[in-house]
């Protein structure tokens, strides 16, 4: 046995498996490591996911990508230096992997770069910098996510509404509702929904908004208000559902997404109601004296 990466011994036929061998037979191995280490936090096995990471030119891309798309399996603090390394690597070219890494292992560290990563023409890159952010981030990150909220892309809209509520705050929150206020794209659940994260903060501004002259903000504060799960919202919902027959510009019907509102709303009581139960704690019977 080698010594391993961070204290752990390798098993010399687990490295070779990554480095050896048809590209199709390396991959499989590598998905063999990730059940070894998730089923029976087998040391070797982990040992050599480290290797892999710690040494990542010395593997085929293809390796390296799998490993990293479940990169918690192998999660290690000591991981931060050669993760930052592949995350600004342009010629091995796996910056959207190594970015789920630092992630996955908290590598707090890798914040500036990934602020840099926001514009790549990688379309995956950009992707995985927001997610990550949202993970690592703290309101420092919000002015540099805040503008992706008007990017053309609908997927990457969405990511970032939910990177900003992961972060919370009050910058995150101005951040969300500018959007919701002065929408950019006819069709924004992904904000609603969001901003539904932010309760009991949030419920007043929607409720005011529930009461605006324009249709499409009472039908987007409806769609947020049931996703609070807030029972306040209630009576607002039940009087949009009844007379409210505003249509939105993509003909979206306000009392429509009322009565939507109104069934999540009771979905997320029920499911906070049965989660309660179960994690209630059972008394000890008494017994008769």
Known sequence: MDGGAYGRAVNPADLQGLQSGALETREAHVHQLLDRARADSDESAIAALHVLVRD???FHRSIYTRAMNQAAVFADAGLGEPLLAALGDTRYNCQAWAAMGCAAMDVRA???QLIALLDHPQPMVRDESVIALGRLGDASVVPALR????????WLRQRTADALARIGGDAALEALWHEFEHRRFPRIGYVASTLALFTPEVVPRLLAAADSTDPDQRYWAAVALGSTGDDRVIPTLE?????????TVFDGEVRAAAKKGLR????IQAAIAERDSVEA?????????
């Open 264 to 267: 999540t709303l009771r979905r």
């Open 281 to 289: 704690p059972v008394e000890a019977p008494v017994e008769a004296p």
């Open 147 to 154: 503008p992706l909220l008007g990017d053309p892309a609908d």
């Open 239 to 247: 009087r949009l559902m009844a007379g409210d027959r505003g249509v």
């Open 110 to 112: 890798a914040v500036p």
């Open 56 to 58: 990542y030119r010395d």
